[in-house]
């Protein structure tokens, strides 16, 4: 484990688990790691180990039937399964922490151009102006090999290849 003043993202011995009428299924049986500065983490393994119960407890998306039982979740050092975190989770989420889902047909809005919806996340958690947000959509969208951005911009998700939607999912991460 990292220092703790150097971590950024600490989940500590988290239990996650989820009720079920044929019992108890554990999501979850301790999870721990840390995340410093600068750093990435890749998550892998195999289907139902937990990967996907991970980040959804650390972005506090957990729903019933499923229940943190025991552990920690922190930000900087900040708990965010205490009650105050709660609510300061909810302005870290999409500004600070973001998730991309394996299929972003679920996520993205199928109404809305693809360069709407980025400048949408861009203008809510940095506050850009419009101008500012229309400018830094074609950075991201170029910078995650999305070719042609101002034409891509303005079309429709269903318009995308899976693996440019999925590559939108991250532009807007």
């Known amino acids: 484990m990292i220092n703790e003043a150097d ?26 790691l840390s995340i410093g500065r600068g750093e990435t983490l890749g998550i ?10 991970t980040a959804q407890a650390v972005m506090g998306l ?10 920690d979740v922190k930000w900087m050092g900040s708990s965010l399964l205490s009650p105050q975190g709660r609510r300061a989770a909810r302005d870290i989420r999409g500004k600070d922490i973001a998730l991309v889902f394996q ?30 947000a ?17 034409r891509r911009a303005n079309q429709y998700p269903h318009e995308l290849s899976g693996g440019m939607r999925q590559r939108v999912m991250i532009a807007m991460a």
């Open 7 to 32: 971590s950024l993202l600490e989940i500590d011995r988290l239990v996650v688990d989820f009720d079920t009428r044929r019992g108890i299924v554990h999501g979850l049986r301790g999870a721990s």
């Open 44 to 53: 892998v393994g195999e289907s139902g180990s937990g990967k996907s119960v």
């Open 62 to 71: 957990i729903d019933v039937p499923g229940r943190i039982v025991s552990g």
């Open 103 to 132: 299929d972003p047909m679920t996520s993205l809005n199928p109404l809305m151009k693809i360069g709407v919806q980025i400048g949408e996340v861009l203008r809510r958690h940095l506050g850009m102006s419009e101008a500012e």
């Open 134 to 150: 229309r400018i830094r959509v074609l950075e991201l969208l170029e910078a995650v090999g999305i070719p042609a951005p101002p």
